[in-house]
């Protein structure tokens, strides 16, 4: 692709964690990048907090040792809400690594501005139409339309995606049939409930620093159409339902409401559009596994990326990327699916559970699970760079 003919090299949609790592990565391998972001500043909820040993490994390799210095160690995990202590892994970053999204974005992002990446904010892109060497983008913002060309289009935005549904990348995908709700509430005094299953419902709380993290299920409930997130006296009363505890009183910070759907794209490449992240892959937030899927997507990504760019990529390589994380995400789901039921089935999936509480008292079940939890059986290959043997600090 001849310079002249795009006006940026990657252009990246959506400004959370997997897109601002990737662009932290591309950034570090001197290729321009610019992040498209519907949103007018970066987000301040907590949302998923937890970071596997994969990730935690991934992230130290790249420099995000203060945001690791934060982060707080856990070292039990649970599958399908059965708790179990991680079996000891080969890792210095044994365990899960608890920090809030907002934290984790903003580490990111503050390399990825430091690395070069430029941010329009309160943008939406609106179309794609690809040419042979270029992607041409359509673009609303505050002041106006705007069009970009871009060498490849990175779609990192969301179980939603405008890329993947412009691009017209089929789906595998089952519908919502059970729905959650959780809030983060200042000024309770509840006890910790670890994936508590109660005669109408699933309740979990947890709190940290002055902030009680809840979340509850009410067995047999339906899933409502929503344009926004719950009501606090929706989520209450839930909660009093399936606990019998009132925390109407407390004040809510953060409202959401979050269902079972599942799916995946079948190709995470057409062309010179690719797609990470919850944009590839989607599925309810069980044991912090879809932010650490896709941020090692948006690893794994990054330097295949950043050769082909340069035109030093070995043939094939972008589309290892593909091969390399679609079965990844794909183990995942299916881990994912498996504990929901266990979680939030009715009475009838407890001689499953009764079966499986005996089995991961086996040490060779917990050294399994623990292998899927902490994400190693997906640990990446080396791969070189563009700015492999460069003496600075910045990390990729």
Same mark, same amino acid.
Not at 186 to 194: A, Q
Not at 312 to 325: C, I, K, M, N, V
Not at 359 to 371: P, Y
């Given at each position: 692709?001849?310079?002249?003919?795009?006006?940026?090299?990657?252009?990246?949609?959506?400004?959370?964690?997997?897109?601002?790592?990737?662009?932290?990565?591309?950034?570090?391998?001197?290729?321009?990048?610019?992040?498209?972001?519907?949103?007018?500043?970066?987000?301040?909820?907590?949302?998923?907090?937890?970071?596997?040993?994969?990730?935690?490994?991934?992230?130290?390799?790249?420099?995000?040792?203060?945001?690791?210095?934060?982060?707080?160690?856990?070292?039990?995990?649970?599958?399908?809400?059965?708790?179990?202590?991680?079996?000891?892994?080969?890792?210095?970053?044994?365990?899960?690594?608890?920090?809030?999204?907002?934290?984790?974005? &903003?580490?990111?992002?503050?390399?990825? *501005?430091?690395?070069?990446?430029?941010? =329009? +904010?309160?943008? @939406?892109?609106?179309? !794609? %139409?690809?040419?042979?060497?270029?992607?041409?983008?359509?673009?609303?913002?505050?002041?106006?339309?705007?069009?970009?060309?871009?060498?490849?289009?990175?779609?990192?935005?969301?179980?939603?995606?405008?890329?993947?549904?412009?691009?017209?990348?089929?789906?595998?995908?089952?519908? &919502?049939?059970?729905?959650?709700?959780? *809030?983060?509430?200042?000024?309770?005094? =509840? +006890?910790?409930? @670890?994936?508590?299953? !109660? %005669?109408?419902?699933?309740?979990?709380?947890?709190?940290?620093?002055?902030?009680?993290?809840?979340?509850?299920?009410?067995?047999?409930?339906?899933?409502?159409?929503?344009?926004?997130?719950?009501?606090?006296?929706?989520?209450?009363?839930?909660?009093?339902?399936?606990?019998?505890?009132?925390?109407?009183?407390?004040?809510?910070?953060?409202?959401?409401?979050?269902?079972?759907?599942?799916?995946?794209?079948?190709?995470?490449?057409?062309?010179?559009?690719?797609?990470?992240?919850?944009?590839?892959?989607?599925?309810?937030?069980?044991?912090?596994?879809?932010?650490?899927?896709?941020?090692?997507?948006?690893?794994?990504?990054?330097?295949?990326?950043?050769?082909?760019?340069?035109?030093?990529?070995?043939?094939?390589?972008?589309?290892?990327?593909?091969?390399?994380?679609?079965?990844?995400?794909?183990?995942?789901?299916?881990?994912?699916?498996?504990?929901?039921?266990?979680?939030?089935?009715?009475?009838?999936?407890?001689?499953?559970?009764?079966?499986?509480?005996?089995?991961?008292?086996?040490?060779?079940?917990?050294?399994?699970?623990?292998?899927?939890?902490?994400?190693?059986?997906?640990?990446?290959?080396?791969?070189?760079?563009?700015?492999?043997?460069?003496?600075?600090?910045?990390?990729?």
């Amino acid at each position: 692709m001849t310079p002249t003919r795009a006006d940026v090299p990657v252009l990246i949609v959506g400004a959370g964690p997997v897109g601002l790592l990737l662009a932290c990565g591309l950034g570090r391998a001197r290729v321009p990048v610019v992040l498209v972001e519907k949103l007018a500043r970066p987000m301040t909820e907590s949302r998923a907090t937890q970071l596997s040993t994969r990730t935690a490994e991934l992230l130290h390799e790249r420099g995000f040792d203060a945001l690791l210095a934060e982060a707080a160690h856990e070292p039990r995990t649970h599958f399908g809400g059965l708790g179990f202590d991680l079996t000891p892994v080969d890792s210095p970053y044994a365990g899960n690594w608890k920090v809030p999204q907002y934290r984790t974005e &903003a580490a990111l992002g503050a390399r990825a *501005a430091e690395l070069g990446a430029q941010t =329009l +904010r309160s943008h @939406r892109l609106t179309g !794609l %139409t690809e040419q042979p060497d270029h992607v041409l983008c359509r673009i609303q913002g505050p002041e106006g339309p705007l069009e970009l060309r871009a060498a490849y289009v990175v779609g990192c935005d969301g179980a939603h995606s405008t890329v993947r549904r412009l691009a017209g990348i089929p789906v595998t995908a089952t519908p &919502a049939t059970k729905e959650l709700l959780r *809030a983060d509430i200042r000024g309770l005094n =509840l +006890r910790d409930r @670890r994936f508590e299953r !109660l %005669t109408d419902g699933f309740a979990v709380a947890n709190t940290r620093d002055g902030i009680t993290r809840i979340m509850v299920h009410a067995f047999g409930g339906t899933v409502p159409t929503r344009t926004g997130p719950p009501r606090f006296t929706e989520i209450a009363d839930a909660w009093r339902h399936v606990t019998g505890e009132d925390i109407s009183g407390g004040t809510p910070l953060w409202l959401d409401a979050f269902d079972n759907a599942k799916g995946q794209a079948d190709s995470y490449r057409r062309g010179r559009i690719l797609l990470a992240g919850d944009a590839a892959h989607w599925h309810p937030p069980v044991g912090g596994q879809a932010l650490n899927t896709g941020l090692q997507d948006a690893a794994d990504l990054g330097p295949k990326l950043a050769e082909t760019v340069h035109g030093t990529a070995a043939p094939g390589l972008l589309d290892s990327y593909h091969e390399a994380r679609h079965p990844a995400a794909a183990r995942v789901l299916d881990h994912v699916a498996a504990q929901e039921r266990l979680m939030l089935d009715g009475p009838e999936t407890e001689p499953l559970r009764a079966v499986l509480s005996e089995l991961i008292g086996l040490d060779e079940v917990r050294a399994h699970l623990t292998s899927m939890a902490s994400n190693l059986n997906d640990r990446l290959p080396a791969a070189k760079t563009p700015m492999e043997g460069r003496n600075d600090s910045a990390g990729l």
